[in-house]
Nanobody, 122 residues
Framework: QVQLVESGGGLVQAGGSLTLSCTASGTIFHIVAMTWHRQAPGKQRELVASINSGGGTDYGDSVKGRFTISRDNNQNTVYLQMNSLKPEDTATYYC????????????????WGQGTQVTVSS
């Protein structure tokens, strides 16, 4: 079983930066693929970024060049550094995990955190 807790959300002005954290417990973190997803009101949930246990990453088109996903296996934590934030980045951000390789298929992730709100003002 995997438990995930996100933190770091908040209110930021457009053009600003924010870093989200997700700490995992209850598993061997270094063998788990981690992802960040987001969902805005009235919109479908979107997979933002993924990172494999070995550090390989992938990003959704809407955040490429602005967001960076990273992980610290010693701290059982994955981060999402968000730069050049736009109002359309406003959403609830969730981290999710799966054993094995990361994919961009959201339904392949069985473990989810409770979410953290990010609001970008114009």
């Amino acid at each position: 079983q995997v438990q995930l807790v996100e933190s770091g959300g908040g209110l930021v002005q457009a053009g600003g930066s924010l870093t989200l954290s997700c700490t995992a417990s209850g598993t061997i973190f270094h063998i788990v693929a981690m992802t960040w997803h987001r969902q805005a009101p009235g919109k479908q949930r979107e997979l933002v970024a993924s990172i494999n246990s070995g550090g390989g990453t992938d990003y959704g088109d809407s955040v490429k060049g602005r967001f960076t996903i990273s992980r610290d296996n010693n701290q059982n934590t994955v981060y999402l550094q968000m730069n050049s934030l736009k109002p359309e980045d406003t959403a609830t951000y969730y981290c999710a995990a799966k054993f094995g390789m990361a994919t961009m298929i959201q339904t392949s992730y069985p473990y989810w955190g409770q979410g953290t709100q990010v609001t970008v003002s114009s």
